[in-house]
């Protein structure tokens, strides 16, 4: 059993910057994948980034070249730095944990982003 922890959301301008974190505890050794879906009001939950273990990373294309994924193995937490931030990023954002045979969710954090 993993459990994770979000923190970091709140509310900004367009433009602005958001750092979220994602800290796991529990059978942490299990983990392979980490990341973040997020889900707007009204819209199905899409996945905004993962990384692996090994720091490979992978973005949606909305996200691209704005938002930037990290590890800290150490510490067992991911990181989402979101910078440019667009009104239509407004959404709860979940940091998730693969561990191939199941997967664990956040609780969610807040981001709206303010025109």
């Known amino acids: 059993q993993v459990h994770l922890v979000e923190s970091g959301g709140g509310l900004v301008q367009a433009g602005g910057s958001l750092r979220l974190s994602c800290a796991a505890s529990?059978?942490?050794?299990?983990?392979?994948?980490m990341g973040w879906y997020r889900q707007a009001p009204g819209k199905q939950r899409e996945l905004v980034a993962f990384?692996?273990?090994?720091?490979?990373?992978k973005y949606s294309d909305s996200v691209k070249g704005r938002f930037t994924i990290s590890r800290d193995n150490a510490e067992n937490t991911v990181y989402l730095q979101l910078n440019s931030l667009k009104p239509e990023d407004t959404a709860v954002y979940y940091c998730?944990?693969?561990?191939?045979?199941?997967?664990?969710w956040g609780q969610g954090t807040q981001v709206t982003v303010s025109s």
């Open positions: 529990g059978t942490i050794f299990g983990i392979n994948v």
């Open positions: 990384i692996t273990t090994g720091g490979a990373t």
């Open positions: 998730y944990a693969d561990l191939t045979a199941s997967w664990s």
